[in-house]
């Protein structure tokens, strides 16, 4: 299987299972981590720019619960209206021959989700910046945002443009731009071009988060994600000095020491970069890649993915990379992307739950 977050399936889940990356990982199927939210606790009155709409009573914990047949309200959009998806994650399009994966709705164990509601998610973003910074996990979840948004937008009064590892989605009447940013190690690394990254020997760059992260500066709402892309093996290579170097100053450290490296960059940055009383940070915890029924074991997940977590992927007929040979027809297999997941669907629901987060922290 190759995708642009291709690691080696067995090395990546066997690691997942060991590194115990995130205590998440084995009771939720993915969360968001609200970087600072104590601070807006302990200074609400100071939280002016986002009105809070209200309390999720009974609701300690909205990771914790499980998936419900929802006909009548999912999925939230059609792939048809939504010109954003990128064909990747147009399944429909690309000959899924079912729909069961758009009807799934996240039904917390304590409380009931609110509904996405789409004005009131345009409205706080009037002249502001919301942004995703990280993978391609990340950019699912940008362009479910934009679908779920765009049809309040008349035709003229809208438009996403990509240059680089930018992609800005732009609300003229609103003066508000919904933005991705490809980082999928957040700091410099030897993927950044945002269309050619499939490098087998990765390498990121100590101390390099400025890097890229002048070009978050000023965004109101930030989501970052990175995960999958550090899952090559035990160890994971540093580089010290630049990419420039003629000899380069390389080390290896144990992935789990790696990826710490990585999100106390990230830390240090928001810490010096965000406002907390102004703007809002969330960082969105690993997706399970899926490759092996097996992966899905565990009594934990077995429950959460109940009653028929096949229906939640994996992407099967999503546009390939290349043509498919006869052979691989034969055995899906052998091109099923199990990384990614078709849109409309579960990346909705990660959107919901962050709409769930910006206004009943
Ligand atoms: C959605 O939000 C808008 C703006 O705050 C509000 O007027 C409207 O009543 C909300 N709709 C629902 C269904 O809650
Ligand atoms: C539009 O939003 C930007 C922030 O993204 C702000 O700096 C600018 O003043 C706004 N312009 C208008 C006309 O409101
Ligand atoms: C694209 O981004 C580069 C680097 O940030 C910038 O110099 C250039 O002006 C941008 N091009 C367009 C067409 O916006």
């Not at 980082?183 to 071009?193: H, T």
């Amino acid at each position: 299987m190759k995708t642009p977050l291709s690691s080696s399936p067995s090395s990546s889940s066997s690691l997942l299972r060991k590194a115990r990356l995130s205590p998440y990982y084995l009771f939720t199927f993915f969360a968001f981590i609200s970087i600072r939210q104590e601070t807006y606790r302990e200074e609400e009155s100071e939280v002016a720019v986002f009105e809070l709409v209200g309390q999720m009573e009974g609701c300690d914990d909205v990771f914790s619960g499980k998936w419900v047949w929802d006909e009548e309200n999912h999925p939230l959009y059609e792939e048809s209206e939504c010109p954003y998806i990128q064909p990747q994650l147009t399944c429909q399009e690309h000959g899924r021959p079912e729909k069961d994966y758009q009807f799934w709705r996240w039904q917390p164990h304590g409380c009931s989700l609110p509904s996405f509601n789409a004005t009131l998610m345009l409205e706080t973003l009037r002249g502001k910046r919301m942004m995703f910074v990280g993978d391609s996990l990340n950019r699912g979840q940008y362009v479910s945002m934009v679908c779920l948004l765009h049809r309040l937008l008349p035709e003229e009064s809208k438009s996403m443009k990509t240059n680089g590892s930018l992609t800005i989605f732009t609300a003229k009447d609103y003066n508000a731009t919904i933005e991705f940013y490809w980082a999928p190690f957040l700091l410099e690394s030897n993927s950044d071009d945002a269309v050619i990254h499939r490098i087998t020997d990765r390498l990121v760059r100590r101390g390099s988060i400025n890097k890229h992260g002048r070009y978050w500066k000023g965004a109101d709402i930030l989501v970052f994600n990175t995960y999958l892309w550090w899952m090559t093996g035990l160890n994971f290579k540093i580089l010290q000095g630049s990419f420039d170097d003629e000899v380069k100053d390389i080390v290896e450290l144990s992935t789990e020491d790696a990826y710490r490296m990585g999100m106390k960059s990230m830390l240090r940055w928001v810490r010096k970069n965000m406002d907390p009383k102004r703007t809002r940070v969330f960082f969105a915890s690993m997706s399970p890649s899926h490759q092996k029924s097996i992966d899905w074991g565990g009594e934990a997940q077995r429950q959460l993915l109940q009653p028929n977590h096949h229906d939640l992927g994996p992407i099967l007929l999503g546009k390939q990379w290349g043509p498919l040979t006869p052979e691989q027809l034969a055995n899906p297999v052998s091109y099923a992307d199990c990384v990614h997941w078709c849109l409309p669907g579960l990346q909705d629901t990660w959107n919901e739950l962050l709409f769930a987060k910006l206004f009943y922290p």
